[in-house]
């Protein structure tokens, strides 16, 4: 290889956000070490695959990820999820050069190392200090645990990542800053268990700043609150001291809570065997509402979970219409190898979970059209994702980026991206907001 040329490598990330912000971190290293991304497998010198393994679907498109890199380049490492069982990857792909399991960063730069050696070249080994992001600039994953000390019987996340390893506060404070300090507007606070952070720490304080910062949710948004940007709570569980974060919102602290509830029906929970699962969460979706009126709230639910009743999934509907959530996903259950779920009894056939998820989503896209409808009349500060020539697309504090609705903005003057505007919202379809720009 040409000393002068810095060896290029493609980067395939698949999966979720978290799996993202890992794709982020090798990349952040390898960037620092002179590599450069290529943008196609065909003349990189070598192909980087994060797979996901969360369900059966998800693995299978990961697979073909990986024969489509071997087709094209031939030189190939794969890490993330879907590492964590190496055999269906061997058996497929005998030839890949290196398999590692998720947050192996270390294993995923040897082995970089020894098919690619790194060039050392003083010019291109300086690195923005937030790292080489791949999601837009202006918004950033900012992952504060790995792993989940809970067992729910249809996850294997536990069983890939591992128990709840939560990151120091001060750690996790200095990345936020440098990322605000780079111009990221938005921190999506992201970890399998959000509320959960610094269990494992034993809430261990750390010194930031002038003062000490105990590794525990409410201060870490606090402390997060302070910088500046919009701070979205992701993947946040129920529990008790949840209740106390929801007086913070209305400054940085979004008034937005992502919440996978899963389903309502105490014995589908009960056999999910879901962290904080109790029968008092509408008294307090209720309360927070009075507390926090603009409070956004987004959840997945499951159908079709074995052995899910037409009792019990009444029981959700009727839960949904009681709670009011703005925005829901729902899958239909679906057995992971190596799950626990898969040995329990009263399988559900695909045509009722089918006819389960049709009748969930139509009931509560009524619920979500009208809590949008709502909001037709008032302003709402935007944050620009894509500028058009007269309209440009954004988001509004109730909406997370990729997986939520947009806000249609008309302008006057040349939007940035980034930008944060004032909107009067003018109408509401079915997902999203239109309006004009009215301040900046
Ligand atoms: S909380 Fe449950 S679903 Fe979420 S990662 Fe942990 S075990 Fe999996």
């Not at 129920?238 to 929801?246: G, L």
């Not at 949008?372 to 994702?385: E, F, P, S």
Request: charged letters at 25%.
């Amino acid at each position: 290889m040409d000393q002068d040329v810095a060896p290029k490598i493609s980067f395939v990330s698949l999966g979720c956000p978290k799996a993202l912000v890992d794709s982020e971190r090798i990349i952040t290293r390898l960037r620092a070490e002179g590599y450069e991304l290529a943008r196609k497998h065909d003349g990189a010198d070598i192909v980087i695959v994060n797979t996901c393994g969360f369900l059966d679907s998800a693995k299978q498109e990961s697979l073909s990820a990986i024969g489509e890199a071997m087709a094209e380049n031939g030189k190939v490492i794969v890490t993330g999820c879907m590492g964590a069982e190496p055999e269906q990857i061997e058996r497929e792909y005998p030839n890949v050069l290196s398999i590692t399991g998720p947050q192996q960063y270390e294993s995923v730069l040897d082995a970089v190392h020894r098919a690619l050696p790194p060039v050392h070249n003083p010019h291109l080994d300086l690195l923005p200090p937030q790292g080489i992001k791949l999601t837009p600039r202006h918004y950033a994953y900012l992952k504060i645990s790995e792993g989940c000390n809970n067992r729910c019987t249809f996850c294997i996340i536990p069983k890939l990542r591992g128990d709840l390893v939560s990151r120091q506060a001060n750690d996790v404070l200095r990345e936020a800053e440098n990322l605000v300090n780079a111009g990221v507007k938005e921190l999506l606070v992201v970890s399998q268990d959000t509320s959960a952070y610094g269990v494992d720490l034993k809430y261990a304080t750390s010194p930031w700043k002038d003062r000490e910062v105990q590794a525990r949710f409410l201060d870490l948004a606090r402390e997060l609150g302070e910088l500046g940007a919009w701070v979205r709570l992701q993947y946040v569980y129920p529990y008790p001291h949840v209740d106390d974060v929801i007086p913070l919102m209305g400054g940085n602290i979004l008034p937005y809570l992502d919440i996978p509830f899963q389903h309502a029906s105490p014995d589908v929970l009960k056999r999910m065997k879901r962290p904080a699962a109790q029968d008092k969460t509408l008294a307090r979706i209720k309360r927070w509402r009075e507390q926090c009126p603009d409070l956004t709230l987004r959840s997945t639910f499951i159908v079709g979970f074995p052995g899910e009743t037409e009792a019990d999934f009444q029981y959700l509907l009727d839960w949904l219409d009681e709670a009011q959530l703005d925005r829901v996903g729902c899958f239909k259950y679906e057995p992971v190898a190596g799950a626990t779920s898969n040995v329990l009894d009263g399988t559900v056939p695909d045509e009722i979970k089918t006819a389960r998820w049709n009748a969930l989503m139509a009931r509560q896209q009524k619920i979500s059209a009208q809590r949008l409808k709502r909001k037709v009349g008032t302003r709402q500060q935007v944050i620009i994702d894509e500028v058009g020539p007269s309209v440009s697309k954004g988001r509004s504090k109730a909406d997370a980026p990729q997986i939520d609705g947009a806000v249609y903005v008309a302008s006057r003057r040349p939007l940035k991206v980034g930008e944060i505007v004032t909107a009067k919202i003018e109408r509401a379809d079915e997902y999203d907001l239109h309006g004009s720009v009215t301040g900046f």
